[in-house]
């Protein structure tokens, strides 16, 4: 018989870090490791998704974690998702958040 840690997804859990606020990092360079988009319950976004992002400020610094329904957020990291880890700025344009 198999045990669970021989077949379990190791990424099934949630994303370690400190929660911070997304306008907290907004215009820095950050450095982006991983993430998770799930279902939401309250997300008033056209997907009705929200996205865990993972990252640090600096190499070697603590693991942050923020949480968004941006839709292009959304968007930006599963279209570039083999490219984990990269640098990247999270901005606010008009109305919504982006990568640049």
Known sequence: ???????????????????VKIKD????ELIFLDF???NSK??????GKYL????????DGALLVI?????VLID???KYREHLPFKANL??????YTLQ
């Open 52 to 59: 865990t992002i993972q990252f640090q400020e600096k190499e």
């Open 1 to 19: 018989m198999k045990r669970f840690s021989e077949f379990a997804d190791k990424n099934d859990g949630p994303l370690k870090g400190e929660k």
């Open 25 to 28: 990092v907004l215009d820095k």
């Open 36 to 38: 998770s988009v799930k």
């Open 91 to 96: 901005k606010n344009v008009e109305k919504y």
């Open 42 to 47: 309250f997300s008033k976004n056209k997907s």
């Open 76 to 78: 930006q990291f599963e």
């Open 67 to 71: 949480f968004t329904g941006s839709d």
